[in-house]
């Protein structure tokens, strides 16, 4: 199966579940005050243009683009959108696969990604950040967040099977698309998965 294939099968996935997506993490406020600080703390380093790459609902390009900076979310999920559109007025929300984006090369500022690679098969991530790559300014600066593990291995997700990294192996693929890691870190939550997060810029 193609990469393209595999990434529409998971958001057909992710349009059956959407209302009940939405209602768990529609807004910033229902994620955890540590990722709000995170976020808010780099958006506050770009000055430009803003991609929130795998935008779900738009609720953190809304996040972003309150700070007076232009936003523009893509997605997959035509649901999402739909509520994005809505619910938001200042960002952009575009349906996009992140493998092939519709944007000029150097376009942003700044790229997020966060937790929208887990999907991505090992195979299909290099692509994907090459092209996160492409439409970064040299310096440009991305954040991504991801499920951290101690190896690379799959794991039963609610929606769609995804993928623990290992930080250390993710940055390795990041330095190959063009990064440089900045800093990283991982999170443990009682119940929950491990939280990680990368912070890089695009080589100059």
């Known amino acids: 199966m193609e990469a393209s294939q595999r990434s529409g099968q998971t958001a057909a996935r992710y349009s059956q579940v959407a209302e009940a997506y939405i209602d768990l993490f529609g807004s910033p406020e229902q994620a955890v005050a540590e990722d709000r600080e995170l976020i808010a703390a780099w958006a506050a380093q770009l000055h430009g ?5 795998g935008c779900g609902p738009g609720h953190w390009t ?11 979310g893509v997605d997959l999920v035509p649901e999402f959108l739909d509520f994005a559109r809505r619910t938001f007025q200042q960002p952009d929300f575009l349906r996009a696969d992140l493998a092939h984006l519709p944007f000029d090369d150097e376009q942003f ?12 098969a090992p195979p299909d991530l290099p692509p994907i950040l090459d092209e996160l790559a492409r439409v970064l300014q040299p310096g440009g600066k991305l954040l991504l967040g991801f499920f951290a593990g101690d190896q690379l291995e ?40 491990t939280h990680g997060h990368l912070s890089a ?3 100059a």
């Open 49 to 53: 243009a803003v991609l929130d790459a």
């Open 62 to 72: 809304q996040f972003i683009a309150d700070g007076n900076r232009p936003a523009t």
């Open 109 to 120: 500022s700044g790229v997020l990604a966060w937790y929208s690679v887990i999907h991505a």
């Open 154 to 193: 799959v794991f039963g997700h609610q929606v769609a099977p995804a993928w623990y990294w290992p930080p250390v192996e993710l940055g390795e693929i990041l330095e190959q698309s063009g990064f440089v890691v900045l800093e990283g870190a991982t999170r443990t939550r009682p119940a929950a998965r």
């Open 201 to 203: 810029h695009k080589r």
